[in-house]
C-alpha cells in the first residue's frame, strides 16, 4: 500500500487503538504489508506520522461537522446542532484508547498541540457562537455566561471521561451524553424552552 492517504488512516486507527508511543513503525509496515523503508517514503519520522495521521482524522471530524451544520435544518435550534457534535465526538472518542492521549502528550508534542488547537477551534469557533446564538433566541437564561459553560463543561470532554478510569467501560456513548452534557445544558436553559424542548433528553 503506497496510497498516502490510506496510509494516513491506517496509522491513525492502529495509534488511536494501540496507543501513539506503543505501536511501532515494524508493527504498521506488518499491518499494511509493506516495508518500513516504504513509510519513510513519505514520513520523515514517526511524530510526524503520528501528527498527519492526526490531522487526516481532525479533518474528517470537522468536515463531518461542518456539512451537518449547513444541510441543517434546525436554524433555530443552535442546542440540537451541539448535542450533535458531542455526540459525534463521544462516537469517535469511544474508539480511542486513553494510551493514544497519554502517548500524544508525554511524546508528541507536536501531535498534542494540533488536538489541543483543533478542540480550541471547535469549542471557541463553533460550539460558543450556537450557544451565544440560543441565548440571543430566549433558550438559554441571560444570566448565564456562556463563556464559563464552555470552559467548564465543553472544553475537555475527554479529559472527562477518562479522569481516572476510562468511562467507557462503564457507560455508553449515550449515558455519557446525556450526563456529561445534556444535563448541563439543561441546567442552563430557560423554563419556556425546556417546556417545548424539540430533544427528548432535556
Known sequence: M???????????????KFGSKRFSMDELAHDLGISKKTIYKHFQSKEE???????????????????????????DQPLLTIVYIYK?????????????FYGLNKYYYKAAQVYSEFREDLVWNV????????????????????????????????????????LFDEYSAQELLDHVIINNLRG?????????????SY
Open 88 to 100: 459525534l465526538g463521544l462516537d469517535h472518542l469511544q474508539g480511542i484508547s486513553p494510551a493514544f
Open 127 to 166: 460550539v460558543h457562537p450556537l450557544l451565544l446564538k440560543a441565548q440571543k433566541l430566549g433558550q438559554i437564561r441571560p444570566n448565564v455566561n456562556v463563556e464559563l459553560v464552555c470552559k467548564l463543561f465543553l472544553l475537555r470532554l475527554e479529559d472527562t471521561v477518562y479522569s481516572k478510569a476510562n
Open 2 to 16: 503506497e496510497n498516502k492517504k490510506e496510509l494516513l488512516e491506517c496509522a491513525f486507527s492502529n495509534f488511536s
Open 49 to 75: 506520522l503520528v501528527m498527519e495521521s492526526l490531522q487526516c482524522f481532525l479533518r474528517k471530524v470537522r468536515s463531518t461537522i461542518d456539512d451537518h451544520m449547513q444541510e441543517s435544518p434546525n436554524e
Open 188 to 200: 442552563v436553559l430557560t423554563l419556556e424552552y425546556l417546556q417545548n424542548c424539540p430533544y427528548e
